[in-house]
């Protein structure tokens, strides 16, 4: 397939007769899903512009501070949003699964983004998860709720819309037909890890860019060939990819990635901002490897008790969030807090290296 090359629904359909059609998916816990009913008249300005520059962002996958009886900090998120716009982040994703989208109710995922969008202010975009339903119309219903919170985007998780063993022409019908009932609403696409990876193949992901629907990819492919593949397919559409795999920082964001969206920026957001503001740049380009084969270092230790280690980093950090979720059980181990100990010093080296003021 030409990666420029816009495919038809009967194209897409005879790939997937001829079997041409790949799909990687993985099994994953069970959904919880909710539907809404109310919409928000869409603005000219709510659409992301296309991007005609450079300029890289890093965008956060937001986590959701919790009070001690296990309630929304919006006390603590207000500072929080305000932590991560002092290290330069060019937007939100609030409502995600660093949020623990999946252990709020539907009041709650609102509430959630509507508090975010009325902090930024219009300061940065905002873009929030929204395809919570059993069926397309319900999905549909819950995303116009959500696009009244005042996102910019309302992002639909890939796995809501097939079963694991369901075929790429299932997860399409499925797709068209929200996006039928969706109207006009900015949309953006998460290849979420809950309740199951369902990778977008390439001719799906084709496909829905000629949709001229999508504004917004989060990839969580961890392949750089397949994402260098899905980049070339981007070209020239307003889609902004952003990769979630935080080894991939230097690679993706040279090969043409609008930015980067790892739950590692819950601990140092400022170093994928420097990482976002430095990667092309040739008198920076030792310290860009560098700090590449730092992050992939530690990319796994951060994600061990997430998002609790991410909690627990960040009041080390000075934000006065409690180390509480809703969705990891227990607490972090000696070991755990040992390592995110080790890592706040070594935050403290790459600062001084990078030229980073805290």
Same mark, same amino acid.
């Given at each position: 397939?030409?990666?420029?090359?816009?495919?038809?629904?009967?194209?897409?359909?005879?790939? &997937? !007769? *001829? /079997?041409?059609? #790949?799909? +990687?998916?993985?099994?994953?816990?069970?959904? %919880?899903?909710?539907?809404?009913? @109310?919409?928000?008249?869409?603005?000219?300005?709510?659409?992301?512009?296309?991007?005609?520059?450079?300029?890289?962002?890093?965008?956060?996958?937001?986590?959701?501070?919790?009070?001690?009886?296990?309630?929304?900090?919006?006390?603590?998120?207000?500072?929080?949003?305000?932590?991560?716009?002092?290290?330069?982040?060019?937007?939100?994703?609030?409502?995600?699964?660093?949020?623990?989208?999946?252990?709020?109710?539907?009041?709650?995922?609102?509430?959630?983004?509507r508090f975010v969008v009325k902090r930024v202010n219009?300061?940065?975009?905002? &873009? !929030? *998860? /929204?395809?919570? #339903?059993? +069926?397309?119309?319900?999905?549909?219903?819950? %995303?116009?709720?959500?696009?009244? @919170?005042?996102?910019?985007?309302?992002?639909?998780?890939?796995?809501?819309?097939?079963?694991?063993?369901?075929?790429?022409?299932?997860?399409?019908?499925?797709?068209?037909?929200?996006?039928?009932?969706?109207?006009?609403?900015?949309?953006?696409?998460?290849?979420?890890?809950?309740?199951?990876?369902?990778?977008?193949?390439?001719?799906?992901?084709?496909?829905?860019?000629g949709t001229d629907r999508l504004i917004y990819h989060?990839?969580?492919?961890?392949?750089?060939?397949?994402?260098?593949?899905?980049?070339?397919?981007?070209?020239?559409?307003?889609?902004?990819?952003?990769?979630?795999?935080?080894?991939?920082?230097?690679?993706?964001?040279?090969?043409?990635?609008?930015?980067?969206?790892?739950?590692?920026?819950?601990?140092?957001?400022?170093?994928?901002v420097w990482m976002c503001n430095h990667v092309n740049?040739?008198?920076?380009?030792?310290?860009?490897?560098?700090?590449?084969?730092?992050?992939?270092?530690?990319?796994?230790?951060?994600?061990?008790?997430?998002?609790?280690?991410?909690?627990?980093?960040?009041?080390?950090?000075?934000?006065?969030?409690?180390?509480?979720?809703?969705?990891?059980?227990?607490?972090?181990?000696?070991?755990?807090?040992?390592?995110?100990?080790?890592?706040?010093?070594?935050?403290?080296?790459?600062?001084?290296?990078?030229?980073?003021?805290?």
């Open positions: 397939m030409d990666v420029h090359e816009k495919p038809t629904r009967r194209s897409f359909l005879g790939k &997937v !007769a *001829s /079997g041409a059609v #790949g799909l +990687t998916v993985s099994a994953g816990p069970a959904q %919880t899903i909710f539907a809404g009913d @109310t919409t928000r008249p869409q603005e000219e300005e709510d659409v992301l512009p296309v991007h005609q520059n450079s300029e890289k962002k890093f965008v956060p996958v937001m986590i959701t501070p919790f009070t001690r009886d296990m309630k929304i900090d919006f006390e603590v998120l207000s500072r929080l949003i305000d932590f991560y716009l002092a290290a330069g982040v060019k937007g939100f994703f609030a409502n995600c699964l660093s949020s623990e989208m999946y252990n709020l109710d539907e009041g709650e995922r609102l509430a959630l983004a219009g300061a940065v975009p905002v &873009v !929030a *998860s /929204g395809s919570f #339903g059993q +069926t397309s119309e319900e999905r549909a219903e819950f %995303t116009k709720k959500m696009y009244h @919170t005042g996102v910019n985007a309302v992002i639909l998780i890939t796995s809501h819309f097939a079963d694991p063993a369901d075929t790429d022409a299932t997860l399409l019908r499925n797709l068209e037909q929200y996006f039928k009932y969706t109207d006009n609403i900015p949309l953006g696409t998460y290849e979420c890890p809950a309740p199951y990876k369902r990778i977008l193949s390439p001719e799906v992901f084709s496909y829905l860019l989060k990839d969580t492919e961890l392949d750089p060939e397949r994402i260098k593949l899905k980049l070339k397919l981007a070209q020239g559409n307003r889609l902004e990819f952003y990769d979630a795999h935080a080894p991939n920082t230097m690679t993706s964001l040279q090969g043409g990635a609008k930015g980067m969206s790892a739950i590692a920026g819950n601990f140092y957001p400022e170093v994928f740049d040739p008198d920076r380009r030792e310290d860009v490897k560098w700090m590449q084969s730092e992050i992939t270092r530690l990319d796994t230790i951060v994600s061990q008790g997430y998002p609790l280690s991410s909690k627990y980093f960040l009041q080390k950090r000075g934000l006065p969030i409690q180390v509480l979720s809703r969705s990891a059980q227990g607490q972090l181990t000696p070991d755990q807090k040992r390592a995110m100990d080790e890592l706040s010093s070594t935050l403290a080296g790459w600062h001084e290296r990078l030229g980073i003021k805290a």
